[in-house]
């Protein structure tokens, strides 16, 4: 089921920038992974609080999610699009944790902390949103890093028709060395040889990561 932004932090749509970012304070200091010391429930609320401020703190990326709905804006945007030119670790600093609270850094959503006077952006980020490698100081906790599942890639033979007006088609494809059935909306108006992302549809994430995308793309009947 799609996030809904603005009930994970509490606020209304028409909320300001201020009440947006006052709601992510007050979760992110209930929820940061060194008060929570490895509690699943809560890493888990803490990446759900974070996604959602990356989000709705962005004008541009408020404004697609605001157009689009939850559901089609988190199927058309990848976590490394949700996350791109949002700095974790200036703002947790900002909150007291100086600027990641000793996580070290390994890629991902900890890959915009800073660390030895370095910061690097969440540019270029794959993977799930959250630590990678939690072993830093005050972490108490270490796990292996998520890996992100691999991309698919299938072709759909389509007529000219369905091209025009759209079309439900149910393919079926190997994920994990098994064969398994999804069901593609084509959307009307689909040039030929354009792809569909089917977002998590790929191949199943490692060590907690996230599934790859599935890209569907269009060829003659």
Known sequence: MAQDYYKTLGVD???TAADIKKAYRKLALKYHPDKTKGDKDLEDKFKATSEAYAVLSDPEKRKQYDTYGS??????????DIFRNFDLGD?????????GGGFNR???????????GAKTSFSGMGGNPFFQNAAGPGAGYGRKSPTRGKDLEYEIPLTLDELINGAGKTITISQNGEAKAIEVK???GLTQ??????????????????????????SPA
């Open 91 to 99: 703002i947790l600093k900002e909150f007291g944790f100086g600027g």
């Open 193 to 218: 040889g354009k792809k569909i992302r089917l977002a998590g549809k790929g191949e199943s994430g490692a060590h907690g990561g996230p599934a790859g995308n599935l890209y569907i793309k269009s």
């Open 106 to 116: 390994s890629g991902g959503f900890s890959s915009g902390f800073r660390q030895g």
């Open 186 to 188: 084509i959307p009307k």
């Open 71 to 80: 559901a089609d804006f988190q199927q058309r945007f990848s976590q490394e």
């Open 13 to 15: 749509k028409t909320a």
